[in-house]
C-alpha cells in the first residue's frame, strides 16, 4: 500500500530552494561561490525595525495573539497601502501571514477547487505552479513574448479566459523578468476579471521595486475589491526575508475564510515579527527609498557585465532584482543540452550559483539574482565569461 498522499505527489521541492542545498554542500566542502541564486536583498533588516522586535521581547510580546494578526499591524498594512496606493481597505479586510507565500498558498486553497482553472503568466515564480496544482487546481500557462520583454497583456490574458477560469495570477514587477504590466494593461486586466467574476491574485511583493515608473497597486482599483486579492510581503521592501511577515488585502467573506484556514494552520504569525512589522509599515520609508535606489544601479551594473560576455543577451528588467538572461547560444555545446545542465555545470565548475530557466517555465535562461556587492558581480560575470568562452 502506498505511503504518500496524492496530493503531495503533484508538487516538487521548490527548485530555487533545490539551488541553494546544492550551493551549501559545496560552500561546506570549501568552495568560493559567487552566489546569484538567493532571491533576496543583500543589506540588513534596517535598525528601527531590529529595535521594535528586541523591545518586543522585553516587554514579554511572545503569546500567542489573534489569528489574523493584532490590530495595530493590521492597520499599518492597511495604512501603509492606502497612503501609497490609494486602496481603501478596512481591517478587517487585512490578514497578516507567515510570509507572503503563505498568504498566497491559503488563498488558492480556499478558493481553487479540482478542475478550476487558474491562468498563469510565463516566465513564473516557481511556486505559483506548486501551489495552484497542490489546491488540485489546473494551470493555464500563457505565454509572453522576450522580443516584448515579456511583457503580460490584457488582449492575452483575455484570449486565456474560459468558462472554468476561476484565477488569475499577476505578478508584477515579475520574478525571473522583472517585466512590469503598464497602468493601461492592469486597469483592463482587472476590469475583465471582475466583469466575469474571476479573482485575481495579484502577487505585490516587488510594488516597490519598480525602477522606470512609480509603483502602482491593483488595490487602488477600489470598484474591483470584490474579485481582488492583493498580496504584499515585508521580505523584499524591508530586508525580511528570514522573519516571515507578508499579508493579504481582499474583502471581508475573503479574509475570514483565510483567518479560518490559518486558525487550523500556523495559528497567528510570530508575535514579535508583528511588532517589527509595525515599525516597518508605519515607521520612516527611507530604507525602501534607499534599497531601490541600490537596486536599480546594480541591475544597470549587472546588464553592463553580461553585455560583456559574447553570446549572451538579456532583457531590461525594469522591476524586482533579477535579470533573466537568454543562454541558447550554449545550448548543444560541450555536452550541455539545457539550461538546467548549464547551471549545474556553471555551479560545478565556475562556481557561479544560478537558478535554470526550466524552473521558470522557460528552457533558454537562466535567473541571476543581483543584490549582491559590486565585487561579486564583477567576479561571478568575470567566471561565467571564461567558463562560457571554453564552450563557444
Ligand atoms: N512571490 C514572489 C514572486 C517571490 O519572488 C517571492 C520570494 O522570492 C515570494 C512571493 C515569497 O515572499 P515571502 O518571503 O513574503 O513569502
Redesign the pocket.
Known amino acids: 500500500s502506498k505511503v504518500f498522499a496524492d496530493r503531495i505527489g503533484r508538487i516538487e521541492v521548490s527548485a530555487t530552494m533545490a539551488v541553494a542545498a546544492e550551493a551549501a554542500k559545496l560552500r561546506a566542502g570549501g568552495a568560493n561561490l559567487v552566489d546569484f541564486g538567493a532571491?533576496e536583498p543583500h543589506f540588513p533588516t534596517p535598525r528601527h525595525i531590529k529595535d521594535a522586535a528586541i523591545a518586543a521581547i522585553e516587554a514579554n510580546f511572545t503569546r500567542y495573539t489573534v489569528v489574523p494578526g493584532i490590530p495595530d499591524v493590521r492597520k499599518a498594512i492597511v495604512d501603509r497601502h492606502a497612503c501609497d496606493f490609494g486602496s481603501d481597505y478596512s481591517i478587517d479586510e487585512a490578514i497578516f501571514t507567515v510570509?507572503?507565500?503563505?498568504a498566497?498558498f491559503n488563498a488558492i486553497q480556499i478558493l481553487v477547487d479540482h478542475g478550476d482553472e487558474v491562468i498563469l503568466p510565463v516566465p513564473y515564480?516557481v511556486s505559483f505552479k506548486d501551489i495552484i496544482q497542490y489546491a488540485g487546481g489546473t494551470v493555464v500557462y500563457l505565454e509572453t513574448q522576450e522580443a516584448e520583454n515579456f511583457r503580460i497583456t490584457a488582449d492575452a490574458i483575455e484570449k486565456a479566459i474560459t468558462p472554468r477560469t476561476k484565477a488569475i495570477i499577476l505578478?508584477s514587477p515579475s520574478?525571473p523578468a522583472g517585466s512590469v504590466v503598464s497602468a493601461e494593461d492592469l486597469e483592463r486586466i482587472v476590469r475583465l476579471a471582475h466583469e466575469r467574476g474571476i479573482y485575481l491574485l495579484l502577487?505585490e511583493?516587488y510594488v516597490y521595486l519598480n525602477y522606470e515608473g512609480t509603483p502602482v497597486s491593483a488595490g487602488s482599483f477600489t470598484w474591483a475589491k470584490e474579485h481582488m486579492v492583493v498580496l504584499g510581503?515585508l521580505?523584499k521592501t524591508y530586508a525580511m526575508?528570514g522573519w516571515r511577515g507578508?499579508y493579504a488585502l481582499a474583502p471581508k467573506s475573503i479574509i475570514a475564510n483565510l483567518s479560518k484556514l490559518q486558525s487550523q494552520q500556523t495559528s497567528n504569525a510570530t508575535s514579535i515579527v508583528q511588532k517589527a512589522s509595525i515599525a516597518a509599515l508605519a515607521g520612516s520609508q527611507e530604507c525602501v527609498t534607499e534599497f531601490r535606489a541600490e537596486f536599480k544601479e546594480l541591475r544597470d551594473y549587472m546588464l553592463k557585465k553580461l553585455a560583456e560576455i559574447p553570446g549572451v543577451t538579456c532583457t531590461k528588467p525594469e522591476g524586482a532584482f533579477y535579470v533573466y538572461p537568454n543562454i541558447s547560444t550554449f545550448l548543444g555545446k560541450g555536452g550541455i543540452q539545457t539550461a538546467t545542465q548549464l547551471a549545474t555545470k556553471l555551479l560545478h565548475e565556475a562556481h557561479v550559483v544560478t537558478v535554470p530557466g526550466e524552473a521558470f517555465g522557460t528552457a533558454h535562461h537562466i535567473r541571476l539574482s543581483y543584490p549582491v556587492t559590486r565585487q561579486n558581480i564583477d567576479e561571478g560575470t568575470r567566471r561565467m565569461g571564461e567558463f562560457l568562452k571554453r564552450l563557444a
Do not use: I
Open positions: 532571491g510570509g507572503e507565500k503563505h498566497l515564480w505578478n520574478n502577487d511583493c510581503s521580505s526575508t507578508g
